[in-house]
């Protein structure tokens, strides 16, 4: 278990193997705290964590990390300019710790106590599907090993160190989501964490914004492959079928293995066959073996999921019997819910995040199942300038599946224009400027038989269209 003793050896370089104080937890959000928690104040944009010190402290916690002096009820160790002797035997609890900066504190410690442990870590990133990934390649490798994952979103410079502190000398695989803005972002959680397996989804236009550009995403995802360890400790999981992340077999040391739907590739799937909110089966195809695989991850972008985690299982040698009954059991469709919508409709709840890959692949779902098939698509935000392109390429998906249109927002017009440009009728189609134009709209419209895709960025709020709809009785 992490210790007091175990932190300010990290922070001081002094090994101090008598403080055995354990760390229960560590939080950045005072509410979060529990009973023998590390608290690490963080200053943000909004919101500065000393200000909430005493509460954590209040609810159990025994260290907190500050960056400034504050008036707190408890002993301050200044470690920036205290000289801390490591013979002493203990500290008195609860403790803050005065440091130049809180968040490359909490990374210090994290990979300080990363390197103490006997761990195999498998990052993973992309933009799209890493999330799902994570989730079932947890589930699939806790089939033998116990596994520590980074829980929701907690993927960035805080969240992972966060994740890290959580694991224990009784962990054997850590899969770690490594999320993205700007190059330099994914080498430094690679410090931290030290992957010795990397997994690389895709690459497309999400977070261009803040990234600058597509060239600029791809310095940022390869940085994943280019910390890994050489060959044969290290292994570089890679999507066959995207050319910019086959190419990024050129950038690591580590061996490469390639998944996919192209024979070419070292595991792919051939026979694909979507059955709706039944799932999906396939073929998978290994070193001459060929399995008929039916999973429970909903549609036929599911399978390169299915290929990335057995891709994984297999590198941790796992047996087939282990991989596949990790894959039937998993739990993990994270983004995409079934509910019952008014009058007997069906509603798809893919409300979490949207981006054009995400939006066609959930059309696609739609195109699976049977009813009449409703597409209510808001905007797509942090695309750059690949913004009016990403909304004109789901409009003309929206044509070939969709009998009928609803789009939110000022973006989503353009998908609205390209899909009757590609042949939906204008009929068929309604624009409209916000969530609650869209609930009233559907309110009385949608009944027995038809199947509702519910899509769009988080801050549209596409997630209160549903949750309205579910109310009408």
């Known amino acids: 278990m992490l210790t007091l ?18 760390i229960t937890d ?58 801390v002797n490591e013979g002493l035997q203990s500290f008195e609890v609860p403790l803050a710790l005065l440091v130049d900066d809180t968040i490359q504190a909490l990374q210090t410690i994290a990979e300080h106590w990363r390197n103490k442990l006997t761990l195999r870590v498998i990052g993973i990133t992309g933009s799209v599907g890493k999330s799902t ?28 160190p966060l994740t890290l502190l959580h694991a ?16 330099g972002e994914i080498a430094l959680l690679c410090r931290i964490a030290k992957p010795q397996v990397g997994v690389i989804t895709n690459i497309s236009h999400v977070h261009m914004e803040r990234a600058g550009s597509l060239d600029a995403i791809v310095e940022g995802k390869k940085e994943l492959v280019e910390g890994l360890p050489p060959a044969p400790d290290g292994v570089a999981i890679l999507n066959y079928d995207e050319p910019l992340v086959r190419q990024m077999a050129e ?12 024979p070419q590739a070292d595991i792919w799937a ?23 695989v039916r999973v429970p991850l909903l549609g036929r972008h599911s399978v390169h999921t299915v290929l990335r985690v057995a891709a994984v299982g ?64 808001g905007d797509m935000l942090e695309l750059g300038e690949f913004e009016e392109r990403g909304h004109r390429m789901v409009g003309v998906r929206v044509a070939d599946i969709a009998d009928e249109l609803i789009t939110v927002g000022q973006r989503a017009k353009w998908i609205a224009e390209e899909a009757i440009l590609s042949g939906l009728p204008e009929t068929n189609v309604v624009i409209v400027e916000d969530k609650d134009a869209a609930i009233d709209y559907l309110h009385n419209r949608i009944g027995e038989g038809d199947v509702v895709l519910i899509k769009g960025s988080r801050a549209m709020q596409m997630d209160q269209i549903v949750a309205a709809l579910e109310e009408i009785e």
């Open 5 to 22: 003793g175990t932190m300010l050896e990290a922070l001081t370089g002094h090994p101090f193997e008598m403080v055995t104080q354990v």
């Open 26 to 83: 560590a939080a950045i959000d005072s509410r979060l705290v529990i009973p023998g928690s590390l608290f690490v104040a963080v200053k943000g944009e909004r919101v500065d964590g000393h200000e909430y010190v005493e509460e954590a402290i209040h609810r159990g916690a025994v260290v907190v990390l500050i960056e400034r002096e504050i008036a707190i009820s408890i002993p301050v160790l200044n470690l920036r300019t205290s000289i």
């Open 133 to 160: 990934t994570k989730e079932v390649a947890a589930d699939v490798l806790g089939r033998r090993f116990r596994t520590l994952k980074n829980p929701g979103n907690l993927n960035n410079e805080i969240g992972l």
């Open 168 to 183: 224990t000398e009784s962990h054997r695989c850590a899969v770690l989501e490594m999320g993205f803005y700007v190059p």
């Open 251 to 262: 950038c690591t040391k580590a061996r490469v293995f390639y998944y996919g739907l192209s």
């Open 270 to 292: 051939s026979d694909i066959e979507g059955l709706g909110l039944e799932g999906v089966r396939f073929v998978l195809h290994h070193r001459g073996d060929s399995l008929h």
């Open 314 to 377: 297999l590198m941790e040698n796992l047996t087939w019997e282990e991989i596949i009954a990790g894959l039937r059991t998993s739990q993990s469709q994270l983004r995409l819910v079934a509910v019952q919508g008014p009058g007997g409709s069906l509603i798809m709840d893919d409300t979490y995040n949207a981006a054009p890959t995400s939006v066609i692949a959930g059309l696609n779902l739609l195109s699976e199942l049977d009813g009449r098939r409703i597409a209510v698509l």
